[in-house]
């Protein structure tokens, strides 16, 4: 009996795993061309390359490889879902756009202020929460030269993209951020971005 090369069996399970797991992600339409593989015999029945790959499979190629159409690789996947995606998306652009080398300082007052945005965090209330007293909190602030404020206003532009990704309507996201009725956060948002909150 021929003995069967480790590296023909490995690279047969690789492009085979694909294969079948690009169908299950796609409900079964993606397609390939062919198959082709180095080693110069199957290691298995035909019946199972056809079943498997669902093209052709050619053996004693120059190089492992398979083949398939460019537009493959824009099937949508059958477990999609569209608003985490949006979620996700939106998430990504802030942690994008997230300065680098934020002190740690800041980030514990985003971490407080977090908490309480619904409550219209002050000074007092943060600086509590820190166990520093408003002046201190103050002071440090304006060594980080910016204020609560600023990093408030940050954090609210943050939550409401990822809430309007989400397509939360207006009227919760000013409620979950604090405004005393939609109009203000409307205001608040353009202000922030230059144009009207959108539902994603």
């Known amino acids: ?61 120059d190089f492992d490889e398979i083949e398939l159409d460019a537009a493959q690789l824009d099937l949508r996947l059958a477990t999609a879902d569209p608003i985490t995606s949006a979620a996700l998306e939106a998430k990504v652009a802030v942690l994008a756009a997230t300065p680098i080398g ?6 514990r007052v985003r971490r407080a202020a977090s908490d309480v945005l619904a409550e219209r965090p002050s000074l007092s209330t943060i600086g509590t929460a820190l166990g520093l007293s408003a002046r201190t909190l103050r002071r440090q602030l304006k060594q980080e030269r910016t204020s609560l404020r600023a990093v408030i206003d940050e954090l609210r532009r943050e939550r409401a993209d990822e809430l309007l990704a ?13 405004f005393s009725e939609p109009s203000a956060f409307s ?4 202000r922030w ?7 994603g």
């Open 1 to 61: 009996m021929a003995k069967v090369s480790r590296g023909a069996i490995l690279t047969e399970f690789v492009f085979a795993s694909f294969a079948l797991r690009a169908r299950a992600a796609t409900a079964d339409r993606f397609t390939l061309r062919a198959a082709r593989f180095a080693h110069a015999k199957p290691l298995a029945p035909d019946e199972t390359y056809r079943d498997v790959f669902r093209a052709p499979v050619i053996f004693g190629a």
């Open 193 to 199: 971005t230059g144009r009207a909150p959108k539902l």
């Open 102 to 107: 934020r002190s740690a300082f800041i980030d």
């Open 187 to 190: 205001r608040a948002y353009k």
């Open 166 to 178: 989400a397509n939360t309507t207006v009227k919760e996201i000013a409620f979950v951020l604090g």
